[in-house]
């Protein structure tokens, strides 16, 4: 499969999550959002617009989730949050304690961790340290990069006992 067959599948994805939208409510709501923003995330580098409607759609998600006793998608909404301050951090390794962006992607990946580790979802623990490996990996130092990676396979590798979204 190649690339633009990713991308394919990619956009059916959130077409079909889009419609999905439309009538989800409650805790299906939040995930459908979360899933838009990861959706558009992941096919970013494809059109700078994609990035912005992940993050439009994480900011939808935190903020119902915020509302609601929905812990895990309050977890995956600020996983988003992180991961749009990191794609805006300026690519100026030597700022990084004073970058306004990157210090806000770390801050919301703090608080997802400490939500993962909380309710014990070692995935979005994982997908939190893997978002950090590759901010660490483009625009930071080469040793987080690899203690971050190290963490998210420690995290991957942890027993998964329940179903990732839904």
């Not at 304690?97 to 919301?108: M, S």
């Not at 400490?114 to 625009?139: A, S, T």
Request: net charge neutral; proline share 1%; with cysteine.
């Amino acid at each position: 499969q190649t690339w633009d067959d990713d991308l394919i599948v990619a956009r059916q994805i959130a077409d079909s999550l889009k419609k999905e939208l439309k009538t989800a409510q409650g805790d299906k709501r939040i995930d459908c959002l979360n899933l838009l923003s990861a959706t558009y995330g992941w096919i970013w580098d494809d059109n700078i617009k994609h990035f912005d409607s992940a993050c439009m759609y994480t900011d939808q998600a935190y903020e119902l989730a915020k509302k609601s006793s929905y812990k895990r998608g309050l977890g995956y909404a600020i996983l988003g949050k992180a991961g749009c301050y990191s794609g805006r951090a300026d690519e100026n390794r030597d700022n990084n304690n004073t970058e306004t962006n990157y210090l806000e992607a770390e801050k919301w990946a703090q608080q997802a961790i400490q939500i993962g580790e909380e309710i014990k979802d070692y995935r979005l623990v994982g997908d939190v340290y893997n978002g950090l490996k590759w901010m660490e990996r483009w625009k930071g130092d080469d040793k987080k990069f690899r203690t971050y990676l190290e963490k998210a396979i420690y995290n991957y590798e942890k027993p998964v006992n329940k179903k990732i979204i839904g």
